[in-house]
């Protein structure tokens, strides 16, 4: 395996996980019920055991990264990153910790009401949307550790290369 395809595999993983979160989320997110359905029943089991999903996932996620993974592997390349990626690192705790608060709500509830369902609605959306920031910067660590291009929407930036090499666009 030639230094390319090297970087294009630690780069394609990292999509790759996240990815498969995006699916856990789309998921999550389908199982909360509009207002008129929240005494629908079996919701929230869905909705917590999708929780339980997704911290489990992204656990093993930070756990991979932090034991030298991708991120480690660009610092390595571009060490002017290692700053990044220690802010990268110190949002993991706090990202479990939301979503184990989160898993922690739905045990405690027993019948729920609109309101609650809109309430945990907005929560983990909350949650959500931390995640997606802190995933497209690992997607600009990545991008800038690797130099490669990623699109807009994965790398979250349109920041040029810091390593001295010129864009590199992945065969996908």
Avoid at 60 to 87: M, T, Y
Wanted: proline residues 3%; aromatic residues 6%.
């Amino acid at each position: 395996m030639n230094g390319n395809d090297c970087k294009f595999v630690y780069v394609d993983h990292m999509l790759a996980e996240h990815r498969r979160l995006d699916q856990l989320v789309r998921r999550t997110m389908a199982s909360i019920p509009g207002w008129e359905e929240a005494d629908a029943a079996g919701w929230l089991p869905r909705m917590q055991a999708g929780l339980q999903e997704i911290r489990t996932e992204l656990a093993h996620h930070f756990r991979k990264e932090e034991e030298g993974g991708c991120l480690e592997e660009a610092v390595a390349r571009c060490p002017q990153l290692s700053v990044d990626v220690g802010h990268i690192e110190a949002e993991h705790r706090e990202l479990l910790a939301s979503l184990d608060d989160l898993i922690g709500r739905c045990r405690t509830l027993g019948a729920t009401t609109a309101a609650q369902a809109q309430t945990l609605d907005a929560e983990f959306r909350a949650v959500v949307h931390k995640l997606r920031a802190h995933e497209a910067r690992e997607n600009r660590v990545m991008q800038r550790g690797f130099n490669v291009s990623l699109s807009d929407e994965d790398a979250g930036s349109d920041e040029e290369a810091p390593c001295g090499e010129p864009w590199q666009t992945l065969p996908f």
